[in-house]
């Protein structure tokens, strides 16, 4: 049984950085799209960023696009969300979730924006921008 445990989070500062991190264990990440997600107080979850098996295809939600870089490294069982110029309406409760995928699934084309559709997710960490 896969399991996800984000963490990094923390409070930071508009215009700041911050990276995430999503740490897998009991199965291997190879067979598994990603996604991040997150979820401010009163609002729906949404997609932020997701990324196919091996890290080839990234997929980002407009709000992020040009500031969050996905990446992941599949020999160490993790996947990141750098955030960068980061803004208060940044601020939420970011999930990592994931989803067995075909190898040559296209992210581009078929974003992981549904949350419904992932198998698996963390317990996820709060990150907040406020000054």
């Known amino acids: 049984q896969l399991q996800l445990v984000e963490s990094g989070g923390g409070l930071v500062q508009p215009g700041g950085s911050l990276r995430i991190s999503c740490a897998a264990s009991?199965?291997?990440?190879?067979?598994?799209?990603i996604g991040w997600f997150r979820q401010a107080p009163g609002k729906e979850r949404e997609g932020v960023s997701c990324i196919s098996i091996r890290g080839g295809s990234t997929n980002y939600a407009d709000s992020v696009k040009g500031r969050f870089t996905i990446s992941r490294d599949n020999a160490k069982s993790t996947v990141y969300l750098q955030m960068n110029s980061l803004k208060p309406e940044d601020t939420a409760v970011y999930y990592c979730?994931?989803?067995?995928?075909?190898?040559?699934?296209?992210?581009?084309?078929?974003?992981?924006?549904?949350?419904?559709?992932?198998?698996?997710w963390g317990k996820g960490t709060l990150v907040t921008v406020s000054s």
């Open positions: 009991g199965s291997t990440l190879d067979y598994y799209a």
């Open positions: 979730a994931a989803v067995p995928v075909s190898p040559d699934y296209n992210l581009v084309a078929h974003p992981l924006w549904d949350w419904t559709v992932m198998d698996y």
